[in-house]
């Protein structure tokens, strides 16, 4: 059987580190409402200002964790697809990304020139956001529509608190887990804090609480990208055995004026400094494949404010990138949607 695909979908990357090319990228990132979710000509004038200083910016930034391969994300990517490869026999696996190169609607009408007939849409975030998977779905179910190709469609669903996920990730971070440290930090990407208010399908639960994510309701927590990666962060820290106080959540990677989700990465790092932490692990599980916000933002801005805070050492935890335990998981997971 090799009409049914498996397309693993991450974010994308910028075709190389040049300022034109990153700013062909942010130009298409920065642009999709799902991740700005702003009237069209707001959002245009409010990308342009942006294009005008972050692309020289941002592609120092990438140029200081390329390799050889290119992007970390789109080289690790192609990893796992290689682990996952034998744990699908039903077709071919392929990657896209949506954002950059491999672009999603290409690869769709490849496959469907291929002769495929199914496939099983995987994009690779643990939680539910519409700035990363809807936007995916969308595109995806939009190109099957436009190019009217005869696919059937299968989404795998966000996997924020799989077992079996969870014990990949334990399984991934165990070799940093059992060195001495005095504190983990778990750093997921953030949000505005709209993104979450519009979602919100009681209209009256989001963010009215300090704990209001720890205890959403099923109904919220469907939807709530915070609570659920509130809700990977404690099935992690169970998991793996880690004692209350010894481990927390915040959320990294704010971009421009709007009130966005708390605690912020940056804020803790202070915090745990001045509190007396000296070695701190890092790990970033809104990812799972190491990127540029993890990579440099973390790795490298993240550790020399840490150590000019006062830390002695912030060791940054890889994400589950292709470990076996997480191929076979991931396919598991595919399977079974």
């Not at 697809?81 to 034998?86: L, N, R, S, V």
């Not at 002769?115 to 643990?126: D, E, F, I, N, S």
């Not at 915070?226 to 959540?249: E, H, N, T, Y």
């Not at 708390?262 to 745990?272: I, M, N």
């Amino acid at each position: 059987m090799t009409d049914h695909a498996l397309l693993l979908v991450n974010l994308g990357s910028p075709a190389s580190t040049s300022v034109a090319d990153v700013r062909r990228y942010l130009n298409q990132f920065l642009m999709d409402p799902y991740v700005i979710d702003l009237p069209w000509p707001v959002r245009r004038l409010l990308v342009s200002l942006i294009l005008i200083k972050r692309p020289e910016q941002s592609a120092h930034a990438y140029a200081s964790i390329w390799w050889d391969e290119g992007s970390p994300l789109v080289v690790l990517t192609r990893r796992l697809q290689a682990a996952i490869t034998p744990h699908w026999p039903h077709g071919p696996v392929e990657v896209a990304m949506r954002y950059g190169q491999p672009a999603l609607p290409q690869v769709l009408e490849r496959l469907a020139a291929q002769g495929v007939r199914k496939v099983t849409l995987a994009p690779l975030y643990p939680q539910f956001a519409d700035s990363t998977v809807t936007t995916v779905v969308e595109q995806a179910r939009k190109t099957l529509a436009e190019q009217k190709l005869a696919m059937e469609l299968r989404v795998l669903q966000p996997f924020y608190d799989e077992p079996d996920y969870i014990d990949a990730l334990v399984a991934s971070a165990q070799p940093y887990l059992q060195q001495e440290y005095d504190h983990l930090l778990l750093s997921f990407h953030g949000l505005p804090e709209r993104h979450l208010k519009k979602l919100d399908p009681t209209g009256s639960h989001c963010l009215q609480s300090a704990n209001c994510c720890e205890t959403a309701c099923p109904q919220v927590r469907k939807v709530c990208y915070r609570s659920q990666c509130l809700a990977s962060a404690a099935a992690f820290a169970k998991a793996a055995g880690i004692p209350d106080g010894k481990w927390s959540a915040s959320f990294q990677s704010r971009l421009g004026r709007a009130k966005w989700i708390e605690p912020y990465t940056e804020t803790r790092l202070d915090e745990l400094a001045a509190a007396g932490v000296k070695k701190l692990l890092v790990m970033c599980p809104a990812f799972v494949a190491d990127c540029i916000e993890t990579l440099e933002e973390i790795g490298d801005r993240g550790k020399e404010q840490f150590i000019e805070a006062g830390g002695e050492a912030l060791v940054l935890v890889p994400c589950l990138n292709d470990h076996p335990q997480w191929a076979q998981v991931l396919a598991g997971m595919c399977e079974k949607a």
